[in-house]
């Protein structure tokens, strides 16, 4: 692929010269003459959003953002760019091994559209699924109630929903974001809506096309049509296709193709692909039996979950002395030959031990947090199943125990040893015991009602140094009424200089805290708004084919987003849209000595931190 076509203007402080230019472009023949093929694999870019992205270097370490922040005004995310390309992966000698889940799965009809697949901006299906103003898919979240939502999951129906349409229904086309997996012989093995056979025509047709470019010497990565996005993941034998509009960066897209083939992965191990060196018309669908509703829920996560781009996991906010019980009581039963012992509470992490120089990706935690929690059956009885961890090893089975402890926290004991099961079930006992006994239970049922951080708590003096009383959090500290008139002189949403919403993460810890939401992000709708928004800006500010950012101020008609990237921590923080820079600048400063006063609570310390 050798002719070129430009993209939109962009520029960036960081080094970037004039706009973007997408490399290898033509178009394709034999009936795809009018959409064209967009080479990345040759570190080509392509433009994904208007206006300008200009940033500029910030301080490091944990002093004062830089006065010069980039700014942009009403401005897209930076292009999307990707380099390198994935191998075919080795066919493994583990052996495949079969698990079927039994759960039902909940299914929600929508109404037809009268916009076509390639739907404009603003088509929408009535009724109660979200409006598409705003850019936003169709049905990925069903919105059910319109006060303040703390979980983005609470309205959102598991299982597969419009499995009756297939690509001729016009209701099936005007779904903002598809995906699908199929094999490299054509066969469908999942598609997000409809039903697969149905779609075995289409799966061929997607088929076709990357097997068109390969054949040229070539690997397709990107095709652009309209205003979607056709991006491709070859994993072997193994294709995911997404096809979106939803305006969200290829590295994104690309992003989640990967954590869908990991959640394959770890229900069949890698070693599947044995299966289709014997047989390349091989039918992985048995295999997976049951397990629509496992990357259904994926695939919500992606709308709601920061952990699925920011690759980091989140704590629940416990006291420091109540997590250290928990992780005491959990180190014990890892010395007694536990590779991996986690306590969450829904997708948070309340304490995880290791064995020695046993370390767990974040990536692998979301997987295995959402195979729990999306398996109806491992909430009604103690569970001992095969699991694969893709990011610690893609080739061979551990076997996880999986016990709810209460209706949202539970235990999960992974090993190695295929026998463990009554071993595994004594932990159990000690550690539920152990927990019950020193009320860490009835702490972590507290801080789940309580909430994490608020923006509205944000001191307005710093707080006193760590070793000092700290306030709890998800309760107002104490404030004098100098403070409390100081308070009401800022806009009546939100904290301090019209703070809305932030996102902290570690690096070295490889763990995020994320402020509830509260006004004026009061709809599931509002909320992915600015998931999307930090999606992009994330993007943006790790951007290999023009450096990476230190700094970006943005903004739009919705918000101001400021973001902060040091050695040791990334912010990112939503303002009111008439926001002033430099109080937006102060307020992240505080933001950033608040984190650090209450990190005891809100991080897991002494963590290993995972080297990826």
Not at 553 to 576: G, M
């Amino acid at each position: 692929m050798s002719s070129s076509d430009g993209g939109d203007d962009g520029s960036a402080s960081s080094g970037a010269g004039s706009g973007p230019v997408v490399l290898g472009s033509k178009p394709i023949e034999d009936g795809f003459s009018q959409l064209r093929v967009t080479d990345l694999a040759n570190g080509g870019a392509a433009n994904d959003g208007d206006g300008e992205a200009a940033a500029a270097e910030g301080s490091g370490g944990r002093e004062g953002i830089a006065a010069e922040v980039g700014e942009v005004e009403d401005g897209g995310a930076a292009s999307a760019r990707a380099g390198g390309r994935s191998e075919i992966e080795e066919i493994g000698e583990a052996r495949v091994m079969w698990r079927s889940n039994s759960e039902g799965e909940g299914e929600a009809q929508g109404s037809p559209s009268s916009s076509g697949y390639a739907g404009e901006r603003g088509s929408s299906s009535g009724g109660s699924g979200i409006g598409e103003e705003e850019g936003e898919e169709e049905d990925e979240i069903e919105e059910v109630r319109s006060d303040a939502v703390s979980d983005s999951q609470a309205a959102w129906m598991p299982g597969k929903r419009h499995v009756m349409q297939d690509d001729a229904s016009i209701s099936w086309r005007k779904r903002k974001k598809h995906f699908f997996i199929l094999s490299h012989s054509g066969k469908p093995i999942y598609s997000r809506y409809g039903d697969e056979h149905k779609l075995a025509g289409f799966s061929a047709t997607l088929q076709a096309i990357i097997s068109f470019v390969e054949n040229g010497g070539d690997r397709v990565k990107l095709v652009r049509a309209g205003k979607h996005q056709v991006v491709f993941l070859v994993k072997g034998p193994i294709y995911l296709v997404c096809i979106s509009c939803t305006e969200e960066p290829y590295e994104s897209l690309r992003g989640q193709l990967e954590l869908i083939y990991g959640q394959m992965i770890l229900i069949l191990t890698k070693s599947v692909n044995r299966c289709f060196e014997k047989n390349p018309k091989f039918d992985m669908t048995p295999l997976l039996g049951g397990t629509d509703v496992v990357f259904s829920s994926l695939i919500h996560s992606f709308s709601w979950n920061p952990a699925t781009f920011l690759h980091a996991y989140t704590c629940l906010p416990l006291g420091y002395a109540t997590r250290q019980a928990a992780g005491a009581v959990l180190q014990d039963v890892a010395d007694s030959g536990v590779l991996f012992a986690i306590l969450m509470c829904k997708h948070k992490v309340v304490s995880l031990v290791g064995a020695q120089k046993a370390s767990l990706h974040p990536d692998d935690m979301l997987l295995l947090a959402n195979f729990v929690m999306s398996s109806e059956s491992f909430r009604t009885s103690e569970n001992f199943s095969p699991i694969c961890l893709p990011r610690y090893n893609p080739m061979a089975f551990l076997y996880a125990y999986v016990h709810y402890l209460d209706v949202e926290t539970y235990l999960m004991l992974l090993t190695t040893s295929s026998d463990a099961f009554y071993h595994l079930k004594d932990c159990r006992m000690r550690i539920e015991t152990v927990l019950l006994k020193s009320n860490v239970l009835s702490e972590v049922q507290r801080s789940m009602l309580d909430g994490g951080m608020r923006v509205e708590d944000l001191p307005i003096d710093p707080l006193p140094r760590s070793g000092s009383l700290l306030p709890r959090l998800g309760q107002g500290r104490p404030v004098t009424d100098s403070q409390e008139s100081l308070k009401e002189a800022y806009a009546g949403i939100g904290g301090p200089a019209g703070l809305w919403h932030f996102i902290y993460r570690s690096i070295y810890l490889d763990q995020y805290v994320a402020s509830e939401f509260s006004p004026p992000f009061n709809t599931l709708r509002q909320q992915k708004r600015l998931y999307r928004a930090y999606q992009k800006m994330y993007a943006s500010m790790h951007d290999k084919g023009i450096g990476a950012h230190k700094t970006q101020f943005r903004r739009d008609e919705h918000y101001v987003l400021l973001c902060w990237v040091t050695q040791d921590f990334e912010l990112y923080a939503a303002f009111d849209p008439l926001a002033d820079k430099a109080s937006a600048i102060k307020t992240c400063n505080r933001v950033c000595q608040w984190v650090k006063d209450v990190e005891n609570e809100i991080f897991l310390l002494g963590a290993s931190p995972f080297s990826w």
